[in-house]
């Protein structure tokens, strides 16, 4: 009888800690995010990356902290940039829980923007990812994003200027099996983005908005507030 009400309470024990680290998709969160781009002078190579700070509330549950920074190179005669950068990311578990993994990553982008209708800002972003995940098998990512400014006030993105922004990201990984039998699918998350803009200088703008984060787990709000600096 002993063993059996033993087996119960740790049953118990294990539910109630799985019940606590269910992620409130209700919740909002929120993302504070530093971009930045910068073009050596007389040269097609230059650096780009963003420092965020993420969490699963509007402040002291840390979700993510990403520092992500590349080399970047512009072809000649072209609007093309192409980058190849390293990141670091600790990924905090979701309530009380101080724990947090880590991730070395190293990624390939291409950036492809375009103007249309005079108005219209647009950017594709491919990315492939190389991850090295504490705990896990090597995994690889691929990403594609469409970004959309649209100012409001003028026609360029500058200072004084207030611009919509849009952006969707979907994520797909490259494998399946992430080791010790676990296993993931090819559909990684989605992100869609609604969000208002404005030029603070002619290289220095801020946003607000929020962002809808889709997992095979979970769908959640989360607030970013994002500076983009081109210096």
Wanted: charged residues 20%; hydrophobic residues 35%.
């Amino acid at each position: 009888m002993k063993k059996y009400l033993l087996i119960c309470l740790l049953w118990l024990t294990v539910g109630v800690a799985q019940a606590q680290s269910v992620i409130d998709d209700d919740q909002l969160g929120a993302w504070y995010m530093y971009f930045f781009t910068k073009k050596f002078k007389g040269s097609q190579f230059g650096i780009q990356g963003d420092y965020q700070f993420r969490n699963w509330n509007i402040g002291g549950d840390l979700e993510q902290l990403l520092l992500r920074t590349g080399v970047t190179y512009q072809p000649k005669n072209t609007n093309v940039t192409f980058t190849l950068g390293y990141a670091f990311i600790a990924t905090g578990e979701f309530g009380e829980s101080d724990r947090t993994s880590v991730e070395h990553r190293i990624y390939q982008e291409a950036l492809l923007p375009q103007k249309v209708g005079g108005r219209f800002y647009l950017t594709h972003r491919f990315r492939y990812e190389q991850r090295w995940l504490e705990n896990q098998d090597f995994r690889t990512r691929y990403r594609y994003t469409l970004f959309m400014n649209v100012p409001l006030n003028g026609q360029e993105l500058k200072k004084g200027v207030v611009y919509l922004a849009l952006y969707n990201e979907i994520f797909i990984n490259g494998q399946t099996d992430i080791g010790d039998g676990r296993t993931v699918q090819l559909f990684d998350r989605n992100r869609f983005y609604t969000g208002l803009g404005y030029g603070l200088r002619n290289n220095l703008r801020m946003q607000l908005g929020v962002m809808n984060q889709t997992t095979v787990a979970y769908t959640k709000p989360q607030l970013q507030v994002g500076v983009h600096h081109n210096f």
